[in-house]
C-alpha cells in the first residue's frame, strides 16, 4: 500500500486509535485480512467470523510486524476502531485509489472472468507495473484489499468485480471507480440466486453506468444482452467478438493437435497472429476482450499477439493440464462451474481427446434455481453429442442428472455412470484409466473434485491413487 500514517487512516476510516502511542507511524506494508500473512509495516483488518475472530489474533499479528490493527473494539495493542469493518476497509480502498492516478480496468460477466483478468494482467505487464485481482477475489472484501495492494509504481489496477445481487457491482465500483468497464457475458451462473438473464443483465450492467464520459466500455458485440448495454453508458464504447461490429476480432481460428486456440488478432492498430499456451476454443472470447483492453491502453497488434501467445494460467484448478509419465492427462477445471463454462470446458476436451480416451468427471452446478434440471441434463447430452469416451457424474441429485441426460441422448449405457463421491470416481478411474488417456474434472467449488484430479496426478508418481 502507498505509505499512510496511522492517524490518516483513522480519519479516513472514521476510527478512533487506541493504544497508539505515536499516530505519525505509517502502515508501508499490505493489508492483510489473515494473520499468517502478516509481516513489516502491515496493517491487520479483523473480521470478525462464525468460527474465528481476527481480533484474538491482534497480539500475534503486532508481534509478526504489523504496524496496528483495525477492529471494531480495542485488543491491547495498536489498533483503530471503527463501527463496521467492510465499510472502513472500502473507504480505505477508495481513498487510496483517489490518490494513485492509475488506470483502473474493472471486468465482469458470468463466465470466465478470472482467466481473462489473468490475460488482461500479463499482457499490461508489458506495458508498465500493473496489479490485479489474484484467484477469484472479487467481492466486498477482496476487491478492496487487492486495491491497497497497489503502489506509487502501479500504473494499471485490473480488478475482477463479481455479483450476487442487484447493486452488488455499483458499490464496488463507488469503491474503485473504473476508467475502463468490460463486460464478458450474461450467462446462468448463479441465475437461482438473480432470478433470470434480465436481472444478470442488469446487475452486470451497473459496471458500464459507472463509467465516466472520458472512459471505455468494452462489450461482447456476440452476447445480446451485452452488446445492448452500450446505451447505458456515456462512455466510449469498443465492441470485441466474432460479430460484424466488432473492433477487436479473430479471424482462422482454429485448436491445435493440443486443443490450443490459435487465429488471427485484428485490431483498429492494426492484425496478428496468436497461439495460445491455454486450453480451448473458449479462450479466444476471452483473449479478444484482453486485446481490446490492452489497444485501448495504447498497445499494438504485434505488441498485444506476443503477451497473449505467452500468457499462461496464474489461477490453480482453471483447465490445468498434467501429464502423467504413464501418458494420462489430467484436465483440472474443478475451481467452479456453470453451464457455459461446462459445455466449454466439454468442448476442450473433445478437442485434447481426439484419436485418444476421454473422460469427463463431472459434478453439480450450483445456484441454478429451476433452471438446474435443464441444465444438468443438457450437459449430460452435449458430452454424448461430442464423443466424450466415459461420462462420470459424481455426487447427488445433479449428478444424475447429469448421467440421465447423457443416457437419454446416446443410450450409452456403461459409457456414462454415476457415483456417489470423489472417492468413488477415483476408485473407478483407479481400475480403468489406460495410458494416453484424458480426463476432465468439473464442477462447483462446493464439490470439491479437485481431489479427484489431484489424486490422479499423484498416482502417476505413487502408483496409487487415492482421493483427499
Same mark, same amino acid.
Given at each position: 500500500m502507498i505509505a499512510l500514517s496511522l492517524a490518516e487512516i483513522a480519519e479516513v476510516v472514521g476510527g478512533q486509535t487506541h493504544d497508539i502511542p505515536d499516530p505519525s507511524v505509517q502502515v508501508t506494508g499490505p493489508v492483510v485480512r489473515d494473520s499468517r500473512e502478516a509481516g513489516p509495516g502491515s496493517l491487520f483488518v479483523a473480521f470478525a467470523g462464525e468460527r474465528v475472530d481476527g481480533h484474538d489474533f491482534a497480539a500475534a499479528v503486532v508481534e509478526a510486524g504489523a504496524v496496528a490493527v483495525?477492529? *471494531?473494539?480495542p485488543v491491547g495493542v495498536p489498533a483503530i476502531? &471503527?463501527?463496521? &469493518?467492510? *465499510?472502513a476497509l472500502g473507504a480505505l480502498a477508495r481513498h487510496v485509489v483517489a490518490r494513485l492516478g492509475a488506470t483502473l480496468v474493472a471486468l465482469t460477466g458470468s463466465a470466465g472472468k478470472t482467466s481473462t483478468k489473468d490475460l488482461i494482467a500479463q499482457v499490461l505487464q508489458r506495458k508498465a507495473p500493473t496489479v490485479f485481482t489474484p484467484g477469484s477475489l472479487n467481492n466486498e472484501i477482496g476487491l478492496p484489499l487487492t486495491a491497497l495492494s497497489a503502489t506509487e509504481e502501479t500504473k494499471?489496477? &485490473?480488478l475482477e468485480m463479481g455479483a450476487r445481487g442487484i447493486g452488488h457491482?455499483?458499490?464496488l465500483t463507488e469503491l474503485t471507480p473504473p476508467k475502463i468497464g468490460l463486460v464478458l457475458n450474461v450467462g446462468s451462473a448463479h441465475i437461482g440466486e438473480f432470478g433470470g438473464r434480465?436481472?444478470?443483465?442488469?446487475a452486470k450492467g451497473e459496471l458500464v453506468e459507472s463509467l465516466p464520459e472520458e472512459g471505455t466500455a468494452v462489450l461482447n458485440a456476440d452476447d445480446p444482452y451485452v452488446r445492448a448495454m452500450a446505451s447505458r453508458t456515456k462512455a466510449k464504447v469498443i465492441f470485441f467478438g466474432e460479430s460484424g461490429e466488432a473492433d477487436v476480432s479473430a479471424e482462422n481460428v482454429r485448436l491445435t493437435d493440443t486443443g490450443q486456440p490459435s487465429f488471427r488478432l485484428h485490431t483498429p492498430s492494426g492484425a496478428s497472429d496468436v497461439t495460445m499456451r491455454l486450453y480451448g476454443e473458449h479462450h479466444v472470447s476471452n483473449a479478444l476482450a484482453a486485446a481490446a483492453v490492452a489497444h485501448e491502453l495504447g498497445m499494438s497488434a504485434d505488441e498485444i499477439a506476443v503477451a497473449l501467445s505467452e500468457a499462461g494460467s496464474l489461477s490453480r484448478w482453471r483447465m490445468e493440464v498434467t501429464e502423467r509419465p504413464d501418458g494420462v492427462t489430467v484436465v483440472n477445471d474443478a475451481y467452479n462451474a456453470n453451464p457455459e463454462s461446462m459445455k466449454a470446458a466439454l468442448r476442450a476436451l473433445a478437442a485434447m481427446g481426439k484419436g485418444r480416451r476421454t473422460w469427463? &468427471?463431472?459434478g453439480k452446478m450450483a445456484?441454478?434455481?429451476?433452471e438446474a434440471l435443464a441444465e444438468h441434463d443438457a450437459v449430460g447430452r452435449l458430452a454424448v453429442r461430442l464423443n466424450v469416451s466415459k461420462l462420470v457424474a459424481v455426487g447427488g441429485r445433479e449428478a444424475a442428472w447429469l448421467q440421465l441426460g447423457a443416457y437419454n441422448e446416446g443410450s450409452w449405457g456403461e459409457e456414462s455412470v454415476h457415483v456417489s463421491d470423489a472417492q468413488a470416481a477415483v476408485d473407478l478411474l483407479r481400475s480403468e484409466l489406460r495410458p494416453g488417456d484424458v480426463v476432465l474434472v468439473k464442477a462447483s467449488r462446493s464439490v470439491g473434485l479437485e481431489s479427484v484430479a489431484q489424486a490422479l496426478i499423484e498416482s502417476g508418481a505413487e502408483g496409487e491413487v487415492s482421493a483427499r
Open positions: 483495525l477492529g *471494531t473494539r476502531v &471503527v463501527d463496521d &469493518v467492510q *465499510t494499471f489496477l &485490473v457491482i455499483s458499490y434480465e436481472q444478470i443483465a442488469q469427463a &468427471v463431472l445456484e441454478l434455481g429451476d
